[in-house]
């Protein structure tokens, strides 16, 4: 079943894809990835003030990514960097989360650094087993793409994931829970099951339940 589609979108018109994620604890963070200097106090307020892109995906909770690394490739895109930094929370600059970002390019434009290519290959690794190991909140908004300080024609997507929901026990067993029917738990304990997953299909991202 379909539950919504960025049909209005098709990823013919998007230049780039950033896969984002929010984490309260550093040691979530792949080591592999560089650090980017700590958001300042201006540059966050500068960051909150810029225009907003089209939210596409509004957020929905419990969504499951375990191919779309794999299908994103395969509709063209290829991983040219990824970063991550330390950020305040809200409007309390004592309180910090960490966003890490993946970004994809088209494959006809796509130009690495000679640094990030040598880190690739094990940064991919690690952007798979995060899309393996656990549900996520996910959001998405489609943003102006700019080139020489000019908007173009192009698109970017940034799929944001948040509040991650591990797949496993620290001891590597399925974490395992009893469904519910009219508020009590019942039958026998199974493994986590998604509400939705999160797919390329033709030339369109798709949320599908």
């Not at 994620?21 to 792949?30: D, G």
């Not at 959001?139 to 192009?154: I, M, S, W």
Request: glycine content about 4%; proline content about 6%.
């Amino acid at each position: 079943m379909l539950l919504r589609e960025v049909s209005m979108v098709p990823l013919r018109d998007v230049r780039m894809v950033a896969i984002q994620f929010s984490f309260s604890n550093r040691e979530v963070v792949p080591a592999v990835i560089r650090q980017r200097n700590r958001e300042t106090p201006f540059e966050n307020v500068a960051r909150h003030l810029r225009t907003a892109g089209e939210r596409v995906i509004e957020p929905t909770e419990n969504v499951y990514l375990k191919e779309f690394l794999t299908e994103l490739e395969a509709a063209g895109f290829e991983l040219v960097d990824a970063f991550y930094q330390c950020r305040p929370k809200g409007e309390n600059l004592d309180r910090t989360y960490y966003m890490a970002r993946f970004l994809f390019a088209r494959r006809e434009l796509a130009v690495p650094s000679a640094e990030f290519a040598l880190v690739r290959d094990s940064i991919r690794t690690e952007l798979q087993e995060m899309l393996h190991t656990a549900f996520w909140r996910v959001r998405a908004f489609l943003n102006p793409f700019y080139q020489n300080g000019k908007e173009v024609a192009e698109r970017s997507l940034s799929i944001n994931l948040e509040y991650r929901v591990p797949l496993f026990l620290p001891d590597g067993q399925l974490k395992t829970a009893r469904r519910k029917e009219n508020g009590k738990k019942v039958g026998d304990p199974q493994p986590l099951r998604p509400d939705f997953r999160l797919a390329v299909v033709g030339d369109t991202v798709q949320l599908l339940s």
